[in-house]
């Protein structure tokens, strides 16, 4: 006897969205087009149109779900963990699908995650933190800045840093024997990054206490009638 073959799920604007996320995933956003993710969904191509305007309409659903994924803790609780949370979160988050990095704020249809990641953060700044709106404001900037930023430069970086150290100051020795003499600091990075088993992943928590630190401080010098 045959088996009948179980139907595959319907179509869906959610399961379109996060099968392109799969597809960028795997092999970054240049590779998904609306045909190569209706292969994925095995459909045609114009049946994605019934849930998705086009490719523009396709992206923002795509960033929304990147958003959906970023850990937020309710409002009302100490403000220097929720932000500290929310960074490693979305730092974790860019991790998984590096092809988000440089978008995350681009998008003018923003969607309902987006916009309750960012109503979020602004309610923990000035209800929770209690910073003026120009503080605050000032505050929003600098995290995602740094979150952000650190996000593109970790992906263009090797994953063995302490290894293409080596093989740079190699390929620098080799050109100029006397390079260790002229750039000494320079020479002496090769050998310690290997010592002390470096990992950049872990400067992304460095830095950001950093910031919460300053923002604190600042938070700190603000007087009473400016927080409003």
Same mark, same amino acid.
């Given at each position: 006897m045959v088996r009948a073959r179980k139907a595959a799920a319907p179509l869906s604007r959610d399961r379109i969205l996060r099968a392109a996320v799969a597809v960028a995933d795997s092999g970054g956003f240049d590779s998904l087009s609306m045909r190569s993710?209706?292969? &994925?969904?095995?459909?045609?191509?114009?049946?994605?149109?019934?849930?998705?305007?086009?490719?523009?309409?396709?992206?923002?659903?795509?960033?929304?779900i990147v958003f959906s994924e970023v850990e937020f803790p309710s409002q009302g609780g100490n403000w220097l963990a929720t932000m500290r949370l929310r960074a490693i979160s979305m730092h974790e988050t860019l991790q998984r699908h590096p092809w988000a990095i440089g978008h995350m704020e681009s998008r003018r249809r923003a969607g309902p995650a987006n916009l309750r990641y960012h109503n979020d953060t602004m309610a923990?700044?000035?209800?929770?933190?209690?910073? =003026?709106?120009?503080?605050?404001?000032?505050?929003?900037?600098?995290?995602? =800045?740094?979150?952000?930023?650190?996000?593109?430069?970790?992906?263009?970086?090797?994953?063995?840093?302490?290894? &293409?150290? &080596?093989?740079?100051?190699?390929?620098?020795?080799?050109?100029d024997p006397d390079a260790a003499e002229r750039y000494p600091y320079l020479a002496q990075i090769a050998v310690e990054l290997r010592k002390i088993d470096y990992d950049f992943s872990q400067e992304f928590e460095f830095g950001l206490d950093l910031i919460l630190d300053a923002l604190e401080r600042m938070r700190d010098r603000e007087p009473a009638s400016g927080k409003k």
């Amino acid at each position: 006897m045959v088996r009948a073959r179980k139907a595959a799920a319907p179509l869906s604007r959610d399961r379109i969205l996060r099968a392109a996320v799969a597809v960028a995933d795997s092999g970054g956003f240049d590779s998904l087009s609306m045909r190569s993710l209706a292969s &994925e969904l095995g459909t045609a191509p114009m049946s994605l149109y019934r849930h998705v305007a086009n490719k523009d309409d396709l992206f923002d659903g795509m960033i929304d779900i990147v958003f959906s994924e970023v850990e937020f803790p309710s409002q009302g609780g100490n403000w220097l963990a929720t932000m500290r949370l929310r960074a490693i979160s979305m730092h974790e988050t860019l991790q998984r699908h590096p092809w988000a990095i440089g978008h995350m704020e681009s998008r003018r249809r923003a969607g309902p995650a987006n916009l309750r990641y960012h109503n979020d953060t602004m309610a923990c700044l000035r209800e929770d933190a209690g910073f =003026s709106f120009p503080a605050a404001v000032h505050a929003f900037s600098v995290m995602d =800045s740094y979150i952000y930023g650190f996000a593109q430069q970790e992906n263009a970086l090797p994953s063995d840093i302490p290894a &293409e150290a &080596e093989v740079r100051h190699d390929a620098v020795v080799e050109a100029d024997p006397d390079a260790a003499e002229r750039y000494p600091y320079l020479a002496q990075i090769a050998v310690e990054l290997r010592k002390i088993d470096y990992d950049f992943s872990q400067e992304f928590e460095f830095g950001l206490d950093l910031i919460l630190d300053a923002l604190e401080r600042m938070r700190d010098r603000e007087p009473a009638s400016g927080k409003k």
